[in-house]
């Protein structure tokens, strides 16, 4: 339902886009947006999105990513710039969807993992 892409290996410095396109039963998003986890670490969240409200960052992130959403495609993309060694994770997007007109149920989706290395 999430397909995520755009990952790969940069060096520090570099930038690179991330791509979550959502697909299937799809009536409505409310929000998507960006986690990563990191080898030994929990998840955490990167950059969310809402359909009518302002982009939320974790502080490592603001100043170097920007996260925007495509409504009419149902796709999230995240630009980050400026990659850290610390930036290297697993990046997952996540957006919370109504398949149904008729259902007043939100689901969380995920989509696979895509990993992001910052090396030299």
């Known amino acids: 339902q999430l397909q995520a892409s755009g990952g790969g290996l940069v060096q520090p410095g570099e930038s690179l886009r991330l791509s979550c396109a959502a697909s299937?039963?799809?009536?409505?998003?409310?929000?998507m947006g960006w986690y990563r986890q990191a080898p030994g670490k929990q998840r955490e969240l990167v950059a969310a999105?809402?359909?009518?409200?302002?982009?939320n960052y974790a502080n490592s992130a603001k100043g170097r990513f920007t996260i925007s959403r495509d409504g009419a495609k149902n796709t999230a993309l995240l630009q980050m710039s400026s990659l850290k060694p610390e930036d290297t994770a697993v990046y997952s997007c996540?957006?919370?969807?109504?398949?149904?007109?008729?259902?007043?149920?939100?689901?969380?989706?995920w989509g696979q993992g895509t990993q992001v290395t910052v090396s030299s």
């Open positions: 996540n957006a919370e969807v109504r398949e149904y007109p008729w259902s007043s149920t939100w689901s969380s989706y």
């Open positions: 999105i809402s359909r009518s409200g302002p982009a």
């Open positions: 299937g039963s799809i009536f409505d998003i409310r929000a």
